[in-house]
C-alpha cells in the first residue's frame, strides 16, 4: 500500500504469543517494544498485533509523541461500515476476544451491529505447524465457526489472519471476510506523510528477540520472500 | 510419591511456551527461573519442562550447589529398560525433538535402541483449550502419530503428558506409554532427604509470572484440584 516508505518490524519472539497472556504482561512488552522502535526514529507505529492491540493501543497512543495505530479500528470499520445486516463475526486469539475490543470498536461505528465473537486460539499454533489447511485445520476451523455461521453472520472480521483462504472456504461464499491487517495497512497511509521521493529506495529491516534462523523460515512461508537485514535484540529487563 | 515434602512450583507463565523458544533464550529464562527457586530456599530442583532440560540443564546442574534432575533421563531410562524390542517413539515439543536430547538418552541407557521421533507442537495448545479428546485432538494425534505407529514401536515415550488418555487410544494396546512426568516423580525420591517426622505437615506453594488467575483454571483442570498460596512474581531483568 506505501512501496516507497521504509519500515522497521520488532517481532517479540521469545515471548510469543501475546495472546493467553493478562493485559499487564502484554502492556509491559508492549512498551518495552515501541521504546525500541522508537529510538530506531520510526514516524509512526503501527501494533500490528490484535492482543497488543486490545490491551495496550492506549497506553502506547497516550506514551508517545508520534501517531499509533492499531489493528483494530480498521477492521472494526471496514466490517461496521459493509455488512448488509450488522450481524459481524469476530475471531481472534482469547485475549482480543475476552476484551471485548472489536465488539466495542464495531459499535462505535455502528450502534445497532450484533456482533458474535468467538476465542480460536488454536489458529495461531495450526499457522506455526504449517497446518493451514487439510483435515484437522478444517475441522478445527468448523468447530471455531459453527456456531457464528449459525447465528447468521453476513461478514466476518478475522483477527488473526493466517488462516485465511481456509476460513473463506468453511464460512461460505455468503460471508464477506474482513482482513484486519488489509484495512490497518490501508489505514495507514492515512497517518504516514509520503515519502520524499529524493531519499532512496525504501528499506525493509527486521528486528526479533529470539534466534532469527526459526523467524526467516516462518517469514519465507509468511511473506511469500525471504527477508534481508534481519537480526536480533533484547528488550526485556 | 513424596507426600511428606514441601514444594514450591513456579510457571514461567508470562513467557511460555518455550517449546518454539532458540536454546539461548530458553537457557536465560531457565536461569532466572532457577535463581528465584534457589532464593526460596529449595534443596533439589526439578526442571519440570522437557523444554528447559533439553536446552539448559547442564547449564543449571553446573550453576547450581543443589541437585537438579531434568525431565528427560527417567523417562528416557525406563523406556530404554523396559522396551521389548528396542524400538522407542518420543514425541514432544519442536525445541525437545530438535535437540536430539531423548535420542541421546536413551541409547545411553540402550546403545542399540532404535529412536523415532516426532515433534507435536499442536497438543499444548489442544491442552490449554481443553480439546484433550474430541475429533480435532483425535485426528491431530493421529496425524502426527501414524508414521511412529507404521515403524512399529512398542514403547511410546510422551514428552509433553496432557494427552495421555487419548494418546493411549490412538497408539492402541501393544504400545507402552511412558510418561516422562511420572519417572520423574519416582527419580526424584532418589535424590530427595526424607522429610523430617518433627517439621509439620508439607505445604504446596505455586507461581507465576502472569495473571495468577488464569492459572489457577488451569491448574484446577490439571489437578483435579484448587491450589492455596498462589502468588505473582516477576523473574526477568
Request: some cysteine; glycine content about 10%; overall charge negative.
Given at each position: 500500500v506505501l512501496p516507497g516508505e521504509?519500515?522497521?518490524?520488532?517481532?517479540?519472539?521469545?515471548?510469543?504469543?501475546?495472546?493467553?497472556?493478562?493485559?499487564?504482561?502484554?502492556?509491559?512488552?508492549?512498551l518495552q517494544a515501541a521504546e525500541f522502535l522508537v529510538g530506531r526514529?520510526?514516524?509512526?507505529?503501527?501494533i500490528a498485533c490484535n492482543t497488543a492491540t486490545a490491551h495496550a493501543y492506549t497506553t502506547l497512543a497516550d506514551a508517545l509523541d508520534i501517531p499509533?495505530?492499531?489493528?483494530?479500528?480498521?477492521?472494526?470499520?471496514?466490517?461496521?461500515e459493509t455488512s448488509p445486516t450488522g450481524v459481524i463475526g469476530v475471531i481472534g486469539?482469547?485475549?482480543t476476544i475476552e476484551s471485548g475490543t472489536y465488539d466495542r470498536a464495531?459499535?462505535?461505528?455502528?450502534?445497532?451491529?450484533?456482533?458474535?465473537?468467538?476465542?480460536?486460539?488454536?489458529?495461531?499454533?495450526?499457522?506455526?505447524?504449517?497446518?493451514?489447511?487439510?483435515?484437522?485445520?478444517e475441522l478445527t476451523a468448523r468447530t471455531y465457526l459453527e456456531d457464528l455461521v449459525e447465528a447468521g453472520?453476513?461478514?466476518?472480521?478475522?483477527?488473526?489472519?493466517?488462516?485465511k483462504p481456509l476460513l473463506g472456504r468453511v464460512v461460505g461464499e455468503g460471508v464477506r471476510i474482513v482482513d484486519s491487517a488489509d484495512a490497518t495497512a490501508r489505514a495507514t497511509s492515512w497517518i504516514v506523510a509520503p515519502a520524499d521521493p529524493g531519499s532512496g529506495p525504501p528499506t525493509r529491516e527486521y528486528y526479533v528477540t529470539d534466534d532469527p534462523?526459526?523467524?526467516?523460515?516462518?517469514?519465507?512461508?509468511?511473506?511469500?520472500?525471504?527477508?534481508?537485514?534481519?537480526?536480533?535484540?533484547?528488550?526485556d529487563g
Open positions: 521504509s519500515t522497521i518490524y520488532l517481532g517479540d519472539t521469545a515471548r510469543v504469543p501475546y495472546g493467553p497472556k493478562s493485559e499487564e504482561t502484554v502492556r509491559r512488552y508492549a526514529g520510526i514516524q509512526a507505529l503501527v499509533v495505530l492499531g489493528v483494530v479500528d480498521p477492521g472494526a470499520r471496514e466490517a461496521a486469539t482469547r485475549g464495531i459499535r462505535s461505528f455502528r450502534a445497532d451491529a450484533d456482533v458474535r465473537s468467538r476465542a480460536c486460539p488454536l489458529f495461531v499454533s495450526l499457522a506455526e505447524e504449517g497446518w493451514v489447511s487439510g483435515d484437522v485445520a453472520i453476513d461478514t466476518l472480521v478475522l483477527g488473526c489472519t493466517h488462516l534462523r526459526r523467524f526467516e523460515e516462518l517469514a519465507g512461508r509468511f511473506l511469500g520472500a525471504s527477508i534481508e537485514h534481519l537480526g536480533h535484540v533484547e528488550i
